[in-house]
C-alpha cells in the first residue's frame, strides 16, 4: 500500500482555508454587504470583531476544518460510487480475472493485488477467513502488479496457471504466492508454482501470451479511472477501499452492501 507522506503546508493551507469558512460562516450575509453597503471604518471594525472572535474561540477553525473535509469525504464517495456503476460490469465480469469463493454469491468484493505487496500478505488470511466464514461472498481477483518486474511475472505466471484447467491449482499458486516470506524471482515463482501442481514449462510459455499483456493493461485502465494507486484495494458494491483494512471492516461493508440491495 502507497502512504503518502504529511504535508505542514498542506496542513497550514487547510487551516487558512478553515478560517476563512469560519469567516463566511460568522458574518453570513453581512459579509456580502460589507463590499458594498458599509464604510471602510465599519469594515475594519467588523474585520477586527472577526478576528478577535477567532483568536478566542481558536476551535471554531477547527470545527470548520472538519465540516468542510466531512463534505469533501462525502462528494468524493459519491462521485467514486457513480464511477463504480459505470464500470461495474468490467470491474466484476471481466471473463479473464479469476473467481473465488461462490461463483453465485449475492455480494461481489472485487480486489486489486500484488504478490510482493506486504499489506497484500497481510490482508490475505482476513480475506480467506470472510470467504469461509460467508458462503455468499464472491471474489474477483485483479492482478495488479505495480511493484516492480518479479510482480509482474508473478501475475502472468497466476494468469497462466487459469489456462491449465485448474481452478484449484490456481488458488494453491496464489496463496503460496501471499504467503511467500521470501524473495519473489522467477526461479522462486516457478518453484511455487510446481508445489501447487502446475506444469511449469507450460507455465512459462502461457505466461508469454499476449493476451495476459492485454489482460493487464484492461486491469491497468480500470486502477486508472478508480485512481487506484497501491495495493490491495478493494471494491465491495459501490465502495472503494484503499489499503489494509482488518477482518471485520470487510465484513462490515459486506453486510452492509447486503443490506443495500436487499
Same mark, same amino acid.
Do not use: W
Given at each position: &500500500? *502507497?502512504?503518502?507522506?504529511?504535508? #505542514?503546508?498542506?496542513? @497550514? ?8 469558512t469560519a469567516l463566511t460562516a460568522l458574518t453570513g450575509s453581512a459579509a456580502a454587504q460589507t463590499a458594498t453597503d458599509i464604510s471602510v471604518g465599519t469594515r475594519d471594525a467588523l474585520r477586527a470583531e472577526?478576528?478577535?472572535?477567532? !483568536?478566542?474561540? #481558536? ?5 470548520a476544518i472538519q465540516v468542510l473535509e466531512q463534505r469533501r469525504t462525502a462528494a468524493a464517495a459519491e462521485a467514486e460510487a457513480g464511477l463504480v456503476a459505470v464500470i461495474a460490469d468490467e470491474l466484476r %465480469? ?5 473467481? =473465488? ?14 504478490? %510482493?505487496? +506486504?499489506?497484500?500478505?497481510? =490482508? ?6 470472510? /470467504?469461509? &466464514?460467508?458462503?455468499?461472498?464472491? /471474489?474477483?481477483?485483479?492482478? @495488479? #502488479? ?12 497466476? &494468469?497462466?496457471?487459469? &489456462? ?8 494453491? @499458486? ?7 516470506? +521470501?524473495? /519473489?524471482?522467477?526461479?522462486? *515463482? ?35 479511472? !478508480?485512481? *487506484?494507486? +497501491?495495493? #490491495? ?9 484503499? +489499503? @489494509? ?18
Amino acid at each position: &500500500m *502507497i502512504r503518502r507522506p504529511y504535508r #505542514p503546508l498542506a496542513a @497550514f493551507g487547510l487551516l487558512a482555508l478553515g478560517a476563512a469558512t469560519a469567516l463566511t460562516a460568522l458574518t453570513g450575509s453581512a459579509a456580502a454587504q460589507t463590499a458594498t453597503d458599509i464604510s471602510v471604518g465599519t469594515r475594519d471594525a467588523l474585520r477586527a470583531e472577526i478576528r478577535s472572535y477567532l !483568536l478566542d474561540n #481558536p476551535e471554531v477553525i477547527m470545527e470548520a476544518i472538519q465540516v468542510l473535509e466531512q463534505r469533501r469525504t462525502a462528494a468524493a464517495a459519491e462521485a467514486e460510487a457513480g464511477l463504480v456503476a459505470v464500470i461495474a460490469d468490467e470491474l466484476r %465480469n471481466d471473463g479473464y480475472s479469476y473467481v =473465488a469463493g461462490n461463483p453465485d454469491g449475492d455480494v461481489t468484493v472485487v480486489e486489486f493485488l500484488d504478490y %510482493n505487496c +506486504g499489506y497484500c500478505k497481510k =490482508a490475505h488470511e482476513d480475506v480467506k477467513t470472510l /470467504l469461509r &466464514m460467508d458462503p455468499n461472498v464472491r /471474489l474477483v481477483i485483479k492482478e @495488479f #502488479p505495480i511493484l516492480g518486474p518479479s510482480s509482474r511475472i508473478a501475475a502472468e505466471m497466476a &494468469m497462466a496457471a487459469m &489456462m491449465q484447467d485448474n481452478g484449484d491449482a490456481y488458488l494453491e @499458486f496464489n496463496d503460496l504466492l501471499l504467503t511467500n516470506r +521470501g524473495t /519473489l524471482d522467477e526461479a522462486a *515463482i516457478l518453484r511455487l508454482a510446481q508445489r501447487a501442481g502446475l506444469d511449469t514449462v507450460r507455465l512459462r510459455s502461457d505466461a508469454a501470451d499476449p493476451a495476459i499483456a492485454a489482460n493487464i493493461a484492461r486491469t491497468y485502465e480500470l486502477a486508472k479511472k !478508480l485512481r *487506484i494507486e +497501491g495495493t #490491495p484495494t478493494f471494491v465491495i458494491g459501490d465502495k472503494v477501499v484503499r +489499503g @489494509f483494512v482488518p477482518l471485520q471492516q470487510l465484513q462490515s461493508d459486506v453486510a452492509a452492501e447486503r443490506a443495500e440491495k436487499g
